[in-house]
């Protein structure tokens, strides 16, 4: 059995002194409070060995705070960002829903289900009723736990009129069949999507921690057969299908999260290719641009 300075040493010499304290205390934190059948090979020595290697923490954790949401994590789903914390908490605070006035969110590519999961969260009861599909089957699952641990029920569960609705699905952008589905008929009062981003090029020099682990789908925003578009295939995708299925209702809100200096290029398309000229561009907490909306 190591001991704990062993394993600090270990720690330290991958991340260094001041991290390795911090995160060997979040470490033993979960499996104190870590339930057997979620953390079931895990002690102490595998996690440091593990983080020293370069996994990222929340994968051996298998947690992550968002918001006042602790939200579960699996690998290869993509880990949620503070970036993306941050504007979901100012979207909740742009619109007004309520019961007498409920609303409609389409979520595309959501992952953990992180950004739904959050305004359902912060909306009143009774005020939202959100779908979000995703290609990856893992992601939908964890989408499915996450909504089962924050106590949002899906539209075909036992939700009633007061309770906030969250339905993921599983659904591939470029492909026609899934908005064909009932789930995703228009029209809807927002739409939200961080869509893969990274061109080809940037993928390249990603680093291991994340290259390594986290699903290369969730970070290539050029499919192999989409030619390269310098990362921006699903913004061209998501805004033509927002003017020809009329996915928005009028005075709708489209939110997309973009990539270091892809905002205005996103405007652009959000502009020409859905139709919606009023837009704004919004910065992240270390003043990038990073989120564009527009309003139908
Ligand atoms: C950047 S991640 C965002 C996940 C989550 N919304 C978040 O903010 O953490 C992009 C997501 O898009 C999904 N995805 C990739 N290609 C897709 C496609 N063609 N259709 C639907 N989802 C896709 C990935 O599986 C991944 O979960």
């Given at each position: 059995?190591?001991?704990?300075?062993?394993?600090?040493?270990?720690?330290?010499?991958?991340?260094?002194?001041?991290?390795?304290?911090?995160?060997?205390?979040?470490?033993?934190?979960?499996?104190?409070?870590?339930?057997?059948?979620?953390?079931?090979?895990?002690?102490?020595?595998?996690?440091?060995?593990?983080?020293?290697?370069?996994?990222?923490?929340?994968?051996?954790?298998?947690?992550?705070?968002?918001?006042?949401?602790?939200?579960?994590?699996?690998?290869?789903?993509?880990?949620?960002?503070?970036?993306?914390?941050?504007?979901?908490?100012?979207?909740s605070?742009?619109l007004?829903p309520s019961r007498?006035k409920p609303i409609s969110l389409?979520d595309?590519?959501?992952?953990?289900?992180?950004?739904p999961l959050?305004l359902c969260h912060l909306w009143p009861r009774g005020s939202v009723r959100a779908v979000?599909?995703?290609?990856?089957?893992?992601?939908?699952?964890?989408?499915?736990?996450?909504?089962?641990?924050?106590?949002t029920?899906?539209?075909?569960?036992?939700?009633?009129?007061?309770q906030n609705v969250f339905?993921?699905?599983?659904?591939?952008?470029?492909?026609?069949?899934?908005?064909?589905?009932?789930?995703?008929?228009?029209?809807f009062d927002v739409?939200?999507?961080?869509?893969?981003?990274?061109?080809?090029?940037?993928?390249?020099?990603?680093?291991?921690?994340?290259?390594?682990?986290?699903?290369?789908?969730?970070?290539?925003?050029?499919?192999?057969?989409?030619?390269?578009?310098?990362?921006?295939?699903?913004?061209?995708?998501?805004?033509?299908?927002?003017?020809?299925?009329?996915?928005?209702?009028?005075?709708?809100?489209?939110?997309?999260?973009?990539?270091?200096?892809?905002?205005?290029?996103?405007?652009?398309?959000?502009?020409?290719?859905?139709?919606?000229?009023?837009?704004?561009?919004?910065?992240?907490?270390?003043?990038?641009?990073?989120?564009?909306?527009?309003?139908?």
């Amino acid at each position: 059995m190591p001991r704990p300075d062993h394993l600090l040493k270990t720690l330290a010499k991958a991340i260094g002194r001041d991290a390795a304290i911090l995160e060997l205390r979040w470490m033993k934190e979960a499996l104190r409070v870590g339930r057997p059948e979620r953390l079931p090979e895990l002690n102490l020595e595998t996690m440091v060995s593990r983080r020293a290697q370069g996994e990222p923490l929340q994968y051996i954790l298998g947690t992550q705070p968002f918001g006042p949401l602790n939200l579960l994590i699996r690998p290869p789903v993509l880990i949620p960002r503070p970036e993306t914390e941050h504007w979901t908490i100012r979207l909740s605070q742009t619109l007004t829903p309520s019961r007498d006035k409920p609303i409609s969110l389409l979520d595309i590519c959501t992952g953990s289900g992180c950004i739904p999961l959050l305004l359902c969260h912060l909306w009143p009861r009774g005020s939202v009723r959100a779908v979000g599909f995703d290609i990856s089957a893992e992601a939908v699952q964890l989408s499915m736990d996450n909504a089962a641990v924050c106590g949002t029920p899906s539209a075909s569960g036992a939700g009633t009129c007061d309770q906030n609705v969250f339905t993921p699905i599983l659904g591939d952008v470029f492909h026609p069949a899934t908005w064909s589905s009932h789930l995703l008929r228009p029209s809807f009062d927002v739409i939200t999507s961080n869509p893969p981003y990274i061109s080809r090029e940037e993928y390249k020099s990603l680093p291991p921690s994340v290259k390594d682990y986290e699903d290369p789908r969730a970070l290539l925003g050029d499919p192999p057969d989409s030619g390269d578009q310098h990362g921006l295939s699903f913004y061209h995708r998501i805004a033509q299908l927002t003017a020809e299925m009329k996915l928005l209702k009028p005075r709708g809100l489209l939110v997309f999260e973009v990539g270091d200096k892809q905002a205005h290029d996103v405007r652009t398309i959000v502009q020409e290719e859905a139709g919606i000229r009023d837009t704004e561009i919004w910065q992240d907490p270390w003043g990038k641009e990073r989120v564009v909306v527009g309003r139908s």
